[in-house]
């Protein structure tokens, strides 16, 4: 049976791109594509639903652009990391360290040293 705590990956790895700041929809996607080695591309429709989705349930937020931020073009939207947001983000990346131990148990990964 899955565990309904368990995040979609690509909400995991959103949340994950806005733990350090608030990010416009272009900055998560790359910082997505780069952390998973191109495996995973967040298209615009899977973002933006993903993020209205998280929205509505409390994850993040949409704020105003950084008064610093200059746009190439268009008006980018802006997202952060709600309280609870944060806390849904942990309990995942928690909940997928116990996987990563398990194969360091198994002896299927070496300990970090």
Known sequence: ????????AHWFQILLALADGERHGLAITKEVFARTEGDMHLWPGMLYGALRK??????????????????????????????????ACSAEAARLSRFVEAAREKRLLKRPR
């Open 1 to 8: 049976m899955a565990d309904s705590s368990a995040l979609p």
């Open 54 to 87: 998280m929205s509505d349930k409390g994850l993040v937020v949409g704020v105003d652009a950084p008064a610093a931020f200059e746009s190439g073009g268009g008006k980018p939207r802006f997202y952060r990391l709600t309280p609870l947001g944060r806390k």
